[in-house]
């Protein structure tokens, strides 16, 4: 595995075109190889813009869309086409704007009274239906796997301190008492985060400093734990850079 590499652009503006721009000529170069590329979506502001840039863009005609299998890594347990859910979120920025193949979304179950509990043990089954005999924790091997960093370290729906942090036996796990509203979500586990070809933190904003800074030293923070298979990226704008050097 290899150290981590770190970008830093301008600003939030610039970061969102710079990771869009890398996440098409990501999936050109997995599909030019004939596999259907397999992504797991963030949620948060910046990957919102990441995703608008992406719809934006016109090299996204270079991606073959109807061979991508959109993930998540984490969702706020909120009822269907809640404005805050991260599947929303994509899917006005995104997923609504391409032709993906309905199949292929794979959206963490939304609340509809089964609890978060049956929605995560639901999306572990999905993932390991979607595993292939040379995948390993239960999960496909992932192309890209992006994730946020709140200004606490958290990553996904993993949160300093809470227990989901040790829980290593299953790819999705019910998440309670989320410092960040909404309190109930649902996450991958670190296990299956660690299942991806490049994972790809993305962070804007001086309040992430702290965090991307102390991540990166290997501070006992959830953001220091996932890597890439073959490659971490650290894509930052100047303000989330600040407090690295
Ligand atoms: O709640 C969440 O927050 C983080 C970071 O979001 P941001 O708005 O501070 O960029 C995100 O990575 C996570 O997926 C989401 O559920």
Redesign the pocket.
């Known amino acids: 595995m290899t150290a981590p590499s770190i970008l830093i652009n301008r600003d939030a503006e610039g970061l969102a075109h710079a990771v869009a721009a890398r996440f098409i000529t990501r999936l050109v170069d997995v599909q030019s190889t004939g596999k259907v590329a397999q992504v797991v979506l ?6 919102a813009a990441v995703y608008r840039a992406v719809a934006e863009s016109p090299a996204r005609s270079a991606i073959d869309w109807q061979r991508v299998e959109f993930w998540w ?4 347990f909120l009822p269907d086409g809640d404005p805050e859910r ?1 599947e929303t979120q994509a899917r006005d920025a995104l997923l609504s704007h391409v032709d993906v193949a309905p199949a292929r979304v794979h959206p963490m179950a939304a609340d509809s009274g089964q609890g978060p509990e049956t929605a995560a043990a639901a999306y572990a089954e999905e993932l390991a239906a979607a595993a292939g005999p040379d995948d390993s924790d239960g999960v496909p091997t992932f192309d890209v796997l992006m ?4 200004p606490d370290g ?4 993993l949160f300093p301190e809470h227990p989901e942090l040790g829980v290593l036996d299953r790819a999705a796990v019910a998440v309670h008492d989320s410092p ?1 509203p909404p309190p109930t ?1 649902v996450s991958l586990t670190f296990p299956a985060l660690g299942r991806s070809e490049e994972v790809w933190f993305v962070v ?1 904003g001086d309040d ?1 400093a702290k965090a991307v800074s102390l991540a990166l030293t290997g501070a006992d923070l959830p953001a220091a734990t996932p890597k890439g298979l073959t490659r971490t990226l650290w894509l930052l704008d100047e303000a989330a850079a600040t407090e690295i050097f």
């Open positions: 963030t949620g948060g502001r910046v990957a890594g984490d969702e706020r991260n994730l946020g960093v709140g958290h990553v996904a729906s960040k979500r804007s992430k």
